[in-house]
């Protein structure tokens, strides 16, 4: 690239520019990426905490359905007859430019979807554990969603940070560094040859 560039003062200047505009991209994205590598590993550890509890709690309410089932029969007419759960919602939050999902669940309202006539205490356990079951996975998949975003981020954060340490970083200053020798060598040239003149004039 340096032997494609006129060596004038101009260009060094510019080329400068673009070095110093380089090397402070460098540091942001730097910054960037360890702050998104800190928020990722945060993540991780929460979502190793979500999945050695949520087996257990899938389990749970897996039993108290079977246990439901027992007693009352099989309670799928009474499942079919409960309303389209509309309580999980999805908003998002903005980590150094990588938009992270936030899933939050309503409360719960007061009145019960079934009947007491045909149903039992076993079937108020059932729908409570899936309720934590509900909780639950919308918070692992939560995590599970940022993780993933925040490793896309990370991967394409250190593809630029690399682009400008190895590749333009060195090409600018190896430019900076040719401009400055040729114009060093021009006054050289310049200043020689002003001598030159001076000690013509001198002698005639």
């Known amino acids: 690239m340096a032997g494609q560039v006129f060596a004038t003062k101009g260009n060094l200047i510019n080329t400068k520019k673009t070095l110093s505009l380089a090397k402070l991209g460098y540091e942001l994205l730097d910054r960037k990426r360890n702050i998104l590598i800190r928020e990722l590993m945060s993540l991780i550890d929460s979502a190793g ?3 050695g509890t949520i087996e257990q709690v ?13 007693t ?28 992270l999902p936030c899933v939050s669940i309503a409360e ?6 079934y009947g007491f006539m045909h149903t039992n205490s076993q079937l108020d356990k ?6 934590r079951v509900k909780e639950m996975t919308a918070t692992l998949a939560q995590v599970e969603n940022s993780v993933y975003r925040l490793a896309i981020a990370i991967k394409k954060t250190q593809r630029r940070a690399n682009a400008l340490k190895n590749i333009i970083i060195p090409d600018s200053e190896q ?6 020798d040729s114009l060093e060598e021009k006054e050289r040239e310049e200043f020689s040859r002003l001598k030159v003149i001076k000690a013509q004039k001198s002698r005639s």
């Not at 309580?87 to 150094?96: G, L, Q, R």
């Not at 719960?108 to 979807?113: D, G, L, N, T, V």
């Not at 430019?175 to 400055?180: D, E, G, H, L, R």
């Open 58 to 70: 899938y389990k749970d309410a897996y039993q108290a359905l079977q246990i439901a089932n027992i």
């Open 72 to 99: 009352m029969g099989v309670v799928t007419p009474i499942a079919e007859s409960m309303p389209i759960d509309k309580s999980v919602e999805v908003t998002y939050k903005n980590v150094m430019g990588v938009q």
């Open 49 to 51: 905490r979500l999945r």
């Open 126 to 131: 059932a729908y409570l554990a899936f309720s």
């Open 175 to 180: 430019t900076v560094k040719y401009i400055a």
């Open 108 to 113: 719960p309202k007061a009145e019960i979807s």
